[in-house]
């Protein structure tokens, strides 16, 4: 199965910032919605940002009401690449982040329902690990 890979996570003091990113193969790239996900330890999957298909004429990106505002999901084209750039960051955004490609629309309805069914659906990285302490 064709994967994804995350890089960019770090430790980080409260109020810092990363900027994630994550690279596939350009079917996936071009063919699905794409978003970015987390799991805090003990906790379920959350759905935080995502992007529709990419041949979507309307590329509004989608957020979890926990990171608008602070956290930006973007891509860039020519590097089939996908971003997340997470700013003020709290110690409650800690945990395993990983961007995840699956049909489906690619807005808030997507991301609560493939971050349900987890690497079970779709494709999805193996995760970078962010920290941030108080």
């Known amino acids: 199965q064709e994967q994804l890979m995350e890089s960019g996570g770090d430790s980080v003091q409260a109020g810092g910032s990363l900027k994630l990113s994550c690279t596939g193969s350009?079917?996936?790239?071009?063919?699905?919605?794409m978003g970015w996900f987390r799991q805090a330890p003990g906790k379920e999957y959350e759905g935080i940002a995502a992007?529709?298909?990419?041949?979507?004429?309307?590329?509004?990106?989608s957020y979890a009401d926990s990171v608008k505002g602070r956290f930006t999901i973007s891509r860039d084209n020519a590097k089939s690449t996908l971003y997340l750039e997470m700013n003020g960051l709290k110690p409650e955004d800690t945990g395993k982040y990983y961007c995840?490609?699956?049909?489906?629309?690619?807005?808030?309805?997507?991301?609560?329902?493939?971050?349900?069914?987890?690497?079970?659906?779709?494709?999805w990285g193996q995760g970078t690990q962010v920290t941030v302490s108080a």
């Open positions: 995840a490609a699956a049909p489906g629309d690619g807005d808030v309805n997507w991301l609560v329902a493939l971050a349900a069914q987890g690497p079970d659906l779709g494709h």
């Open positions: 350009r079917f996936i790239y071009t063919t699905y919605p």
């Open positions: 992007l529709g298909r990419l041949s979507r004429r309307d590329g509004r990106p």
